[in-house]
Nanobody, 122 residues
Framework: QVQLVESGGGLVQAGGSLRLSCPASGRTLSNYVMAWFRQAPGKEREFVAVIMWSTGTTRYGDPAKGRFTISRDIAKNTVHLQMNSLKSEDTAVYYC???????????????WGQGTQVTVSS
């Protein structure tokens, strides 16, 4: 089991930026994909972005395209989410997840972090 702990959330004004981090422990990540999801109050959890650890291949959900960037620091076993041009509708709890993808882009997520709150004020 991979253990995940998100950090970097907070309060930011619209148009600002935040960088979320999620160090992973417990397993070698070479066979994993790492992703970010988010959940706003009263809404379902939403896919934000995913990165294949071994190759760096990425995919983004519609809310993230053009504004967010997912990356990985292999030496630190950490996945990041750089969020720019933030909007009030980006307000949510952001979750880090780890999973396997035997048939990309199909993914089975097996580990989740506790989440970090991002609040964007307008």
């Amino acid at each position: 089991q991979v253990q995940l702990v998100e950090s970097g959330g907070g309060l930011v004004q619209a148009g600002g930026s935040l960088r979320l981090s999620c160090p992973a422990s417990g397993r070698t990540l070479s066979n994993y994909v790492m992703a970010w999801f988010r959940q706003a109050p009263g809404k379902e959890r939403e896919f934000v972005a995913v990165i294949m650890w071994s190759t760096g291949t990425t995919r983004y959900g519609d809310p993230a395209k053009g504004r967010f960037t997912i990356s990985r620091d292999i030496a630190k076993n950490t996945v990041h989410l750089q969020m720019n041009s933030l909007k009030s509708e980006d307000t949510a709890v952001y979750y880090c997840a780890a999973g396997r993808s035997p048939n990309w882009p199909s993914i089975i997520y097996t580990s989740w972090g506790q989440g970090t709150q991002v609040t964007v004020s307008s």
